[in-house]
């Protein structure tokens, strides 16, 4: 349960290698303002809980926001993301609130994608630190949408890194097609097998996206001792 917060997030995951800064704004599948709301789900069917995805465009670029809450008992989850990124979906900054069990987490991340380098700020106290990005770096939450512009556009990005808290290395493959049900509803979606390794520790997850234009996210599926938990698309 731990990891539940992380890989939401990281659900999302996802950095498009040697990307260059584009002039012109990138067309991307999703639309301003939409809102993606999920179940956690135990391995035994029970809900534990729900997460919200919401993503709003401004002049400057784009605003994500990724809200999880999940319990069991004597323990509980509440994690906050925010992230801004400009047009290009090359990150500005990532905001990060978290609560897993008795454990508090509030931390700062801001990218200068000029100097290809992100500052990571412990608010409240803790320390500043500085890493080396590649170029359109990327936070996990800025990621995931970078991954359903790719997908629109009939591309699986290759190898690379993401920033989340420290520097992730991400590899994304193609497994296959299958039908889902997701709200009582067949649907036929393309399923992603997402590996991710850190300096700490590595992850491995599946991601069933829609064939619909947004590409969007209907199923994840994430390996614990447990079992298999999963978030399901709501609405």
Known sequence: MRNI??????????????????????????????????????????????????ATSSQEGWKFRAELSASLPNFEVLD????????????????KDSLHGSKQAHEKVTFDQKARTATRESVGGGGVSEMTVPPCARDALTALYALRSDLAAG?????DDLVFGALYGVVITY?????????????????????????????????????????????????????????????
């Open 5 to 54: 917060g992380w890989v939401c997030a990281a659900t999302a995951l996802w950095l498009t290698a040697g990307q260059v800064f584009a002039e012109q704004p990138q067309a991307v599948p999703f639309k301003n303002g939409e809102v993606l709301r999920y179940e956690v789900v135990w391995p035994t069917g029970l809900s534990l809980g729900e997460a919200e995805f919401r």
């Open 80 to 95: 906050e993301y925010a992230a801004e990124a400009d047009h290009s979906l090359c990150s500005q900054e990532l905001k």
């Open 155 to 159: 591309r699986i990005p290759p190898p």
């Open 175 to 235: 497994a296959e097609t299958r039908v889902v049900e997701i709200a009582g509803e067949r649907r036929e979606a393309d399923r992603l097998l997402v590996d991710i390794s850190g300096p700490e520790a590595s992850h491995n997850f599946e991601i069933f996206f829609g064939k619909d234009a947004a590409r969007t996210p209907l199923l994840v599926k994430v390996p614990f001792n447990l079992g298999v938990f999963s978030l399901k698309l709501v609405e």
